[in-house]
């Protein structure tokens, strides 16, 4: 005796937020029902172990027909298969699209290639996120890139509204796909104690400040190439007059005076006052060297471990709190507005800005 | 040319990838009306084409729009190659036939192919324009408006019921056709698809007709059924009650409708003619009956005559419909002192009727026959008053063989068929009408015995296994009353008495419409517990849904009874006698199943009680579903009693004891659980009970041929007779075990199967429609009965608790209207369907709707009204500790079987004239002026719920209401129901039948995840075509949703299986009531919030 075919169809779609989830997470059916036992709706409902993997096999069929749909929600919403109320339909493609910090913190500035989706069982290994759910997350990334590429606009505009996230998620990819689209290198030992939300954040500064679209918003609207990627890709004019910041570092009288002047502002604030000076100049020279560099695709690559490597590990290995840091920075960067000599007042604030910014997020165990 | 239908393709979308190398499609449509074929341009490389074609105008005779659906093809266009077709799209034209129901159809459908599913939408505007006067056509119907519907529809009237019609049609199935093995397996299933949607039409139409010339205008509790007979050709046949309907808001009806204050009140013994000139006017033949020549009658027993060729029914005439004068041939009826005045009808009439029943019935009145044979009504629901007493379920079966009957010349060569079919098969639709006829025959003697001059809930299904066919029609007897009916109808004299004392309206209709010393079978009678003037029975099976107004005590539960029976395997005539040999043994265990579970539960009525007996190749499963209640009326049911076969033996009797505690502790328990606390009575008070002419018991165990020896076992104790259960044997044992394990459902849930649930009020608007197929393969080959049945029971206890584990989050909530329909599709598999649909109510039962809410609400809108005055058991509560009153076995129903057949020689014929056609009137001319003005409210109302839930066809009122609709979601949702109403809601309008059958194939099984992912996706794919079709007809919901089939075959090492599902229901446009609670709480409070709106 053996059930051939169970099947249970709702008018209504009947899916359990608990079930999804477990399929989404990569979860056998077998593994599924074992984890529902112990979450214990038998006990809260009086139910036999079959009528358990019964549903959970429902629903999994379910999932499975639903995921097509959801693989282009706006399809979900007009399509006639399935009849789900409109929250509901948000609460399925929100979850669909949610992904594991771990996992996409594996992948992060990875290309979105055949080549990478081979390392997955590796790095399901080696973040317990399963490789099913694995693949599911990496897929997602990749439709993303792939229809945000071809498209003109505001990066996290448009994977809203064609994918139909939330403003959290939607800018959450928008940080994957910016920081996949320039390679950012993440996977650096130096750089294992960031998280994904750091990265978001500051990918959210770069896209905000650096781009041509951050760019179009406020000062180039007239300018007639509304390019492609304005999001995606980093503002080329302003990563060639970054140059022009070399000043500050080349012109000793300059440097000079700009130590004098934060060192000023400084003393009696911080107990790491005396590092600060001591390392001025290291540090300047750091910063200062990575916005002149920029142009170079292989530095903007290395942007985030040549900030931990001038800046942060220094401050670091000194000891400086977070709100030494900030401070320090503060000053560093409002400083070089007194200079007399420094012309570059504009591109410096952009530049600096975005730095601070993601310095800050950055300092931290 | 009286019609023109037009059709315009605007667009498509999501539609599948049919270029591989360029990853679109360059789809065109062809739309196809008949003959006529148009196509639109090819869009090319576009999966959402924009056609915007030229408006298609297809000129044809209504009788084909009737017929025939409106056929869209999406084709993929190819230069080099034939064009690859990607589905279709099958569209009913038949509600824009009717001036009431929609105007347009437009919208979204879902692109539909056999092999592949659904394949991206298409949108479709779809108009037909009349030409001449609808009532004036003859060949076709249009206008007659179908209803699913088993109760009068909201917003109708009736103003006249004028009783069954039928029809059937039979064809060749393209599936069994030579050609078959040529054409591909898509061509195959949309031959098939394409003919049952032409036969449907065709059906409707006939009886659509029938319906005009018994000068109604509607059907109501239409229902349709499939046959696939596989190489014998496929049949489809339907019944439905014929109604003169009337939309509230018309005022021209008051006219032709007498109000009842002012109607002659019932005149006994017109003269039939006048009768029938009052109903139809001049123009309606006599002869307006089914064509359906009367040939034979089945033995009383319904372990029928199987068959065979030399019995009586091979010697009809194969004459016309209105050869009805031959005389029958099978003894039993003696027509000639009956037929004095009535001609070949009356005798007709009488010759199924025992003979003693025919002195009394022609000594009580001259016999009124109206065109309509049988006095049968599909309906299950009634307007308050129409019911006035029930008997009992009347049932009937029969065993027939199929080919052998209709086409003996084809013999083995039946594959290779290149016959002309119609040649051979001329006269089948007549062979079928005559089986049905002979059932019919049957059902209608049996509610004779019951003292019942008419049938109500009545329904007909079948089960077929290759060549056998099982017929079943079954019902409830029932005497109507006759102030609802046409005078002169109804034979008054011989139940004046009831009439001439009304009966509290509550408790009428459990009183017994037989007379109590010629009673049709052992039964207790006792005094109404609630009037205390008229007889009622201990128990009362039923098929219809709880009258609004009957006094319920606590509340009601499903209950079912389920059992196997193996067979051996044979062939032809020899496995039809093996079946009809079992069937009543099968009949006869299931009502036994059913009574033990009534009394376990304290329960002592059944409604909605469905039995279906489906037929395997080497077993017959049995199924009976119905609701049990505790009738305020009827006698508190006495308990269970164990007793021993052999006392003496101690161990044995501790055996019993113990038994005999777990099943008072379980009905204790379950009194609890349902909230049975009857008012005791003392016997003073009650009267008495009546005495009893035979005191005994029956009893009721497995083995039927042991139980005359117990019979006369005196098994009373004291005055409380107990039901008795012998253990003599494992077999019973496993029956009283199989008696404990139906867990109750669990807190929370209610279930049942009629309509609503007795007892439970306050229903919320949330609402889950639901189906559900499980199929077992019995692996173990040397399965036992008991085994069998302890599986099946199994089978169905799982499939509930799964339904009451999926359903969990919407608790407290009931599932209504379960429907469980089994089949053994092949050697070892099992197949339960269940469709159902979960309502959640209010936790606070309290606040009881107010009594006078069902009056107020007119005839047509009871049933969901549940307003059990429960004060008044109360009133009659003396608080006596007195034991529970005398109960025994009380046999309401008839199942002809052998086992339980009575003798029915003397029993007077108190109803020897059927009532064909029932006035049904409303009730005060106030109410109706209120209903006209809240009619006028509720479409004001309409407009503005239009707009949120946006029923409104997408096609091109989509920019004005989808942006704000659903907000993400542009498709309007659709409720589906199985039920003849939303709670929650007012339905304003019924657009049309949904009647819709589907095939659905693959070759891929194992990539369409198996049976189970085939049979879901097509499930689902079902309920979006329906659902995209209200939608495009204007509506939003769906009621009296069914699913008549779900034919699953399946072939796992092939890779392939085949499914056929068909499904029906009325579409609907319903609003919210919540802001027209207080109009429909009270007539006194509807004029002024109409005003005040």
Redesign the interface.
């Known amino acids: 005796?053996?059930?051939?075919?169970?099947?249970?169809?709702?008018?209504?779609?009947?899916m359990d937020e608990e079930v999804y989830q477990l399929w989404l997470d990569g979860y056998t059916v077998n593994d599924a029902v074992r984890a529902r036992m112990e979450g214990g709706v038998l006990d809260e409902?009086?139910?036999?172990a079959?009528?358990?993997l019964?549903?959970t096999?429902?629903q999994y069929?379910?999932f499975?027909?639903c995921e097509r749909l959801l693989h282009s929600p706006a399809?979900l919403?007009?399509?006639?298969?399935?009849?789900i109320?409109?929250h509901r339909?948000?609460m399925l493609i929100e979850r669909y699209y949610a992904f594991d910090d771990v996992f996409v913190r594996e992948v992060l500035g990875k290309k979105l290639s055949k080549g990478t989706k081979k390392d997955l069982d590796d790095i399901s290994a080696k973040t317990g996120v399963t490789l099913k759910s694995c693949r599911r997350q990496f897929d997602n990334f990749k439709r993303i890139f792939k229809v945000v590429e071809e498209l003109k606009g505001p990066l996290v505009e448009n994977i809203r509204q064609h994918f139909?996230l939330s403003d959290k998620l939607a800018r959450d990819y928008a940080a994957i796909v910016f920081f996949a689209n320039n390679r950012f290198e993440t996977g650096k030992k130096k750089l294992q104690y960031i998280t994904f939300q750091d990265f978001a954040f500051c990918a959210g500064q770069l896209i905000n400040n650096w781009t041509v679209g951050a760019v179009g918003e406020g000062l180039c609207k007239t300018k007639n190439n509304m390019v492609e990627d304005m999001d995606v890709d980093l503002d080329k004019e302003f990563l060639q007059e970054l140059k022009e910041l070399k000043v500050l570092i080349t012109d000793k009288d300059l440097l000079d005076q700009h130590k004098s002047l934060v060192c000023t502002a400084l003393r009696g604030k911080t107990k790491a006052f005396n590092e600060m000076e001591a390392n001025f100049k290291n540090l300047s020279r750091g910063l200062v060297n990575i916005a002149t560099k920029l142009t170079n695709t292989k530095d903007v690559r290395d942007f985030f471990i040549d900030l931990v490597e001038k800046f942060i590990e220094p401050c670091r290995s000194d000891r400086w709190t977070a709100a030494d840091v900030k401070l320090y920075l503060t000053h560093y960067t409002n400083s070089a507005h007194i200079l007399d000599t420094f012309k570059h007042q504009v591109v410096w604030d952009r530049y600096m800005g975005v730095i601070k910014s993601c310095i800050f997020k950055m300092y931290h165990d | 040319m009286p019609g023109k239908l037009k059709a315009k393709i605007v667009a498509g979308r999501h539609l599948p990838v049919m270029d591989r190398a360029s990853d679109l499609t360059d789809a065109f449509v062809e739309v196809k009306f008949g003959n006529t074929t148009f196509k639109t341009d090819v869009c090319p490389k576009s999966l959402n084409p924009q056609w915007n074609s030229e408006w298609f105008k297809f000129e044809v005779d209504d009788e084909d729009l009737q017929d025939e659906p409106l056929q869209i093809t999406v084709l993929d266009h190819d230069t080099y190659s034939a064009n690859d077709a990607i589905g279709k799209v099958y569209i009913d034209i038949d509600p824009l036939l009717c001036t009431e129901a929609a105007s347009i159809i437009s919208g979204w459908f879902p692109i539909y192919d056999t092999i592949h599913g659904i394949r991206g939408e298409i949108n479709v505007l779809v108009k037909v324009e009349l030409f001449n006067d609808l009532n004036r056509f003859r060949q076709s119907s249009c206008g007659v408006k179908f209803f699913c519907t088993t109760s009068i529809p909201y917003s109708y009237r009736a103003v006249m019921v004028h009783g069954f019609v039928e029809e059937l049609v039979v064809n060749e199935d393209p599936e069994y056709q030579w050609i078959d093995r040529i054409r591909t397996p898509r061509a195959s299933n949309e031959a098939r698809q394409r003919l049952i949607s032409l036969m449907s039409g065709e059906l409707q139409r006939k009886i659509g007709l029938k319906v005009l010339e018994m000068g109604g205008n509607a059907v109501v509790g239409y229902l349709q059924c499939f046959d696939l007979e596989g190489e014998s050709g496929l049949v489809v046949r339907a019944i439905g009650t014929a109604c003169t309907l009337e939309k509230f808001s018309s005022g021209s009806a008051s006219i032709t409708c007498p109000h009842p204050s002012t109607a002659p009140p019932s005149n006994a013994c017109n003269s039939p003619k006048d009768g029938k000139e009052l109903v139809f006017g001049e123009e309606l033949p006599l002869s307006s009956g089914p064509p359906t020549p009367f040939r034979a009658l089945p033995s009383s027993s319904s372990s029928p005559p199987p068959f065979s060729p030399s019995k009586p029914c091979s010697r009809q005439s194969s004459s016309s419909d209105t050869d009805l004068s031959l005389t029958p041939k099978t003894g039993m009826g003696s027509g000639g002192s009956a037929g004095k005045e009535a001609g070949p009808l009356k005798t007709l009439l009488r010759q199924q009727t025992q003979t003693t029943l025919e002195q009394r019935g022609a000594s009580s009145s001259g016999l009124l026959l109206n065109a309509r044979e049988f006095p049968f009504f599909t309906l299950t629901s009634f307007p308050p008053g129409f019911l006035v007493h029930v008997g009992g379920v009347v049932s009937a079966r029969s065993v027939k063989l199929l080919d052998r009957i209709h086409n003996p010349a084809l013999g083995n060569a039946r594959s290779y068929k290149l016959l002309d079919w119609n040649s051979v098969t001329a006269d089948e639709p007549e062979t079928r009408d005559a089986w049905w006829e002979e059932i019919r025959q049957e059902i209608k003697s049996h509610a004779k015995a019951l003292g019942c001059h008419a049938v109500v809930g009545y329904s007909e299904n079948t089960s077929i296994c290759e060549e056998v066919c099982i017929l079943s029609a079954s019902g409830t007897a029932a005497i109507l009353n006759p102030r609802y009916m046409r005078e002169g109808c109804l034979d008054v004299g011989s139940i004046d008495h009831r009439f001439d004392d009304p009966s509290p309206p509550n408790c009428g209709f459990c009183h017994i419409p037989y007379d109590e010393l010629n009673m049709p079978f052992p039964a207790q009678l006792a005094y109404c517990y609630q009037c205390r003037r008229q007889k009622v029975p201990d128990v009362l099976f039923t098929t219809i849904d709880l009258p609004a107004e009957a006094a319920v005590t606590g509340k009601g539960c499903l209950i079912q009874a389920r059992l196997c029976r193996l067979k051996k395997k044979a062939q032809g005539e020899v496995n039809a006698t093996a079946i009809s040999n079992l069937l009543p043994f099968m009949e006869y265990e299931l009502h036994t199943q059913l009574m033990n579970k009534l009394k376990l539960r304290s329960m002592n009525a059944l409604f909605g009680l469905h039995i279906q007996i489906s037929v395997g190749e080497n077993m017959l499963l049995g199924l009976a579903s119905a609701t049990g209640v505790y009738l305020t009326a009827l006698p508190a049911p006495g308990g269970i009693q164990i007793a021993g076969k052999t006392p003496g033996d101690l161990n044995n009797e501790q055996h019993v004891a113990a038994i005999q505690k777990r099943i008072n502790d379980a009905i204790a328990k379950n009194k609890e659980l349902y909230q049975i606390n009857p008012p005791e009575l003392t016997d003073e008070g009650v009267g008495s009970p009546i005495p009893e002419p035979r005191q005994r018991s029956r009893i009721f165990r497995s083995h039927s041929e042991s139980s005359d020896e117990l019979s006369e076992l005196d098994l009373s104790h004291g005055k409380k007779d107990a039901f008795v259960l012998e253990i003599d044997d494992t077999d019973a044992v496993e029956d009283i075990h199989s008696l404990l394990t139906d867990a109750p459902p669990p807190a929370g849930f209610h279930s049942c199967s009629t309509e609503t649930m007795p007892g439970i009020y306050n229903w919320t608007s949330g609402i889950q429609m639901f189906t559900s197929v499980r199929v077992l393969r019995l692996n173990n080959t040397n399965l036992t009965n008991q085994g069998l049945n302890k599986i099946f029971t199994d089978l169905c206890e799982n499939l509930l608790k799964s339904f009451y584990f999926k359903l969990r989050s919407t608790v407290p909530c009931c599932l209504c209207h379960l429907n469980f329909t089994v089949a053994v599709p092949e050697e070892e598999l099992v197949q339960v369907s269940v469709t159902a649909v979960a309502m959640t109510f209010d936790k606070d039962q309290n606040q009881e709707k107010p009594p006078e809410k069902a009056t107020t609400k007119g005839g047509s809108e009871t049933e969901d009204q549940l307003q059990f005055p429960l004060e008044l058991s109360a009133d009659s509560s003396s608080t006596s500790p007195q034991p529970s009153k005398i109960s025994g076995v009380a046999e309401n129903t008839i199942v002809s079987t052998r086992a339980v057949s009575v003798d029915y020689g003397s029993f007077a014929d108190r109803c020897s004239t059927w009532l064909e056609l029932l006035r049904l009137k409303a009730h005060t001319i106030r109410r109706g002026s209120v209903k006209t003005s809240r009619r006028t409210q509720s479409l004001a109302h309409s407009v503005s719920s239009l707009e949120h839930c946006s029923p409104l066809p997408e096609g091109r009122s989509r920019s004005l209401c989808s942006s704000r609709s659903f907000g993400v979601g542009s498709v309007t949702m659709v409720k589906m129901t199985p039920l003849s109403f939303l709670p929650g809601t007012r339905i304003i309008k019924y657009l049309g039948i949904i009647n819709m059958f589907f095939i659905r194939e693959t070759t891929s099984l194992r990539e369409e995840g198996g049976v189970s992912g085939f049979l879901h996706s097509f499930i689902a794919e079902v309920f979006a075509m329906v659902r995209a079709h209200v939608a495009a007809l204007g509506g939003n919901a769906v009621v009296s949703y069914s699913m008549k089939d779900c034919v699953l075959m399946e072939n796992p090492n092939k890779n392939q299986a085949q499914c056929l599902i068909n499904v029906s229901g009325d579409a609907v446009i319903c609003v919210r009531e919540t802001d027209q609670e207080q109009t429909t709480n009270t007539g006194q409070t509807c004029g002024t919030i109409d005003g005040a709106t």
């Open positions: 005796m053996a059930v051939e075919l169970d099947v249970f169809v709702g008018n209504t779609t009947i409902f009086d139910a036999t079959d009528v358990l019964s549903d096999m429902d069929r379910t499975q027909m399809k919403a007009n399509q006639l298969l399935f009849q109320p409109p339909q948000t139909l």
